[in-house]
Nanobody
Framework: QVQLVESGGGLVQPGGSLRLSCAAS????????MGWYRQAPGKQRELVAS???????NYGDSVKGRFTVSRDNPKNTVYLQMNSLKPEDTAVYYC??????????????WGQGTQVTISS
């Protein structure tokens, strides 16, 4: 079974930086789109950043200019570099991967989430 492992979350002061990683492993033939979502208490889950297999990126308005999404295709890994962090960035961050198995079936999988807290 395919598994997504997230890492890099934690506590950081306003203006600081964090780098999140999400590695997919298992019976994966190829990876299509990859992305990051977040959900804060009392709010709906929102798209933070996404990246296509061709490297095209898309960002939520609140993180443009501060966050950068990238991917390492041989490692089936997606990254989220977060700079100039603000208290409103505090949330649980989830990675999402769209992939094709060796049997030719397409699936979409979510990570279990990693807590990011921005506080003085």
């Amino acid at each position: 079974q395919v598994q997504l492992v997230e890492s890099g979350g934690g506590l950081v002061q306003p203006g600081g930086s964090l780098r999140l990683s999400c590695a997919a492993s298992g019976s994966i033939f190829s990876v299509n789109g990859m992305g990051w979502y977040r959900q804060a208490p009392g709010k709906q889950r929102e798209l933070v950043a996404s990246i296509t297999s061709g490297g095209n990126t898309n960002y939520g308005d609140s993180v443009k200019g501060r966050f950068t999404v990238s991917r390492d295709n041989p490692k089936n890994t997606v990254y989220l570099q977060m700079n100039s962090l603000k208290p409103e960035d505090t949330a649980v961050y989830y990675c999402n991967v769209d992939f094709v198995t060796y049997r030719g079936l397409r699936y979409n999988s979510w990570g279990q989430g990693t807590q990011v807290t921005i506080s003085s």
